[in-house]
């Protein structure tokens, strides 16, 4: 029985496959770059939802925003702290204060030096309540900030936070002067310090930077332009790296890799990702709020199934909260494909005939295919799931505006999540403590433990390695067991460019760097 589901879903979803793919027939499957030409494009799946960079909270916009800005501390192509626009770094030996020694020379893309007059600057919109913005959540525990120098500045916590140095690196340098012009200016007209200076921002369409040529670092890059292109649609992202409109694609569908096995003019990149799939349930309504119902939906869904169907065989079963590639990883025992076992369960939450259900997505060719699996998997319980999708903005918004769980439509999110502070803490706060529903956080299903909130708050307290490492470990297994997700894979990250390509990257978290871009 399970082999023909399997089948049908491999033979239906090809469908979809095929006819998302139809633009790729009868291309050369050749590349072409022009002489001279110091252009580059990169296609991706998603759009931008917005440029403030103390304001965003998807890779996408993350990835590049980071294209243009940089922060005290960075990271590296492991996600592990580098130094950035601070040459080094202290930490007092009781862990509360943060002395920050600043480089010098170095210029916005404005014109304006930075100092710490201008951390400062950065500082101080951050804490206004005011301006609302999610950063705040990095500074959660810093009390104050005090300038030291000219290019020194110190950072006073309320109490120890192990993930802090992580946190500085997620707070990326705007211009004092862009600052003084207040949010509106900021979210269109970004002004930092990086490798590339903003030239445009078509919301839908495209993203322009170009290279920044008074870069404190120095000459980084001989691209002297970068176009990211949204291209959700799976078969236009290949069409476009064929026939040379596009030369770095990500992510590149995993049925598209074997074409490309012998290609002289393109490489397919695979690398280790912390990024999880999953779909969060909503606890907060009344078909959810049973444990069994969960625990059933879990058993109802084939994970192997959904790796070979959805991600072509590039994933693995996510046996936890976040990835193996993730610092305090615990594997956990993942959850069964057993249909007669999830039946089960959902008579003795008294749901024996089912319910309708509704899942939200974006509207990528990845995300509808995972959708329409899940439905499938779900209609062997009777649960009878409406797709709905969304462009990206749109979608966030309709997550993230509610502002208590009573007000909350969605149901079921088919989504993923990476770190990008590269931490334990970014994988599991902000999805899994009570103080971190939507509008706050990301714990869209509204999980509400305070035990996990706690040993969340406990964990961050801690020096030693080892206790966090426990704490962690503790988390995770509560959490797996309570299901509030349906925990489905973790990736392997896929990109393809051209062979005239070199330098561009793309980091655990799943976010693309171009700081080095060469063309050769």
């Known amino acids: ?178 600052i003084e012009q207040g949010t509106k200016y900021i979210e269109t007209n970004p002004v930092g310090t990086g490798t590339f200076e903003f030239v445009e921002w078509k919301q839908g369409t495209t993203l322009e930077v170009k290279k920044y040529a008074d870069y404190w670092g120095g000459d980084q890059t001989n691209i002297e332009k970068v176009k990211f292109t949204p291209v959700p649609e799976n078969g236009s992202r290949v069409a476009m790296l064929k026939t040379g409109e596009a030369d770095f694609v990500y992510p590149m569908p995993q049925q598209d890799v074997k074409q490309f096995k012998d290609s002289k003019d393109v490489k397919i990149n695979e690398s280790p990702s912390s990024i999880v799939r999953y779909v969060s349930i909503n606890t907060f309504m009344d078909q959810y709020k049973d444990l069994k119902v969960r625990q059933a939906m879990n058993l109802a869904v084939d994970k192997e199934a959904y790796i070979q169907v959805v991600k072509s065989g590039y994933g693995h079963v996510l046996d936890s909260t976040m990835s193996s590639e993730t610092q305090y990883y615990a594997k956990q025992e993942a959850y069964e494909f057993d249909v007669e076992k999830a039946k089960e369960l959902m008579k003795e939450a008294g749901y024996e005939k089912g319910f309708e259900a509704e899942i939200w997505g974006n509207t990528s060719s990845e995300s509808l295919k995972g959708m329409e699996f899940i439905k499938q998997q779900l209609a062997q319980i009777d649960i009878d799931v409406k797709i709905k999708s969304m462009e990206e903005g749109t979608l966030s918004d309709e997550i993230y505006t509610p502002a208590k769980p009573e007000d909350a439509k969605v149901q079921m999110w088919y989504v993923s999540w990476s770190p990008s502070s590269g931490d334990a803490d970014g994988a599991t706060r902000s999805l899994f403590s009570n103080e971190y529903f939507p509008p706050n956080g990301a714990n869209t299903a509204y999980y509400d433990n305070d035990k996990v909130t706690n040993l969340i708050k406990e964990a961050n307290t801690k020096t030693d390695p080892k206790e966090q490492e426990k704490i962690y470990h503790e988390i995770q297994s509560t959490v797996f067991q309570e299901a509030p997700w349906i925990f489905l894979a973790t990736d392997v990250n896929l990109s393809a460019q051209a062979n005239h390509l070199e330098g561009v990257y793309v980091a655990p978290d799943g976010s693309i760097n171009i700081s080095k871009a060469q063309l050769k």
């Open 1 to 178: 029985m399970k082999k023909f589901t399997v089948l049908v879903l491999i033979l239906t979803l090809a469908l979809i496959s095929a006819a998302c793919s139809s633009e790729e027939a009868g291309t050369s499957g050749k590349t072409k770059k022009a002489s001279g030409d110091k252009e580059i494009t990169i296609a991706i799946d998603q759009n931008f939802i917005t440029l403030d960079p103390h304001n965003a909270g998807d890779t996408v916009s993350i990835f590049g925003i980071r294209s243009m800005y940089e922060g005290l501390v960075s990271f590296d192509q492991d996600m592990n702290i580098v130094p950035a626009l601070a040459e080094s770094y202290e930490v007092s030996t009781d862990g509360l204060n943060y002395t920050f020694k600043l480089r010098e020379d170095i210029k916005f893309h404005d014109g304006e030096p930075f100092n710490a007059e201008a951390v400062k600057a950065n500082y101080d919109r951050i804490m206004d309540d005011a301006n609302n913005l999610s950063a705040k959540r990095s500074l959660k525990f810093v009390e104050s900030m005090e300038i030291v120098g000219d290019y020194e500045v110190s950072f006073k916590l309320t109490e120890p936070f192990s993930a802090m140095i992580n946190k500085f690196g997620m707070i990326p340098m705007i211009s004092p002067k862009a």
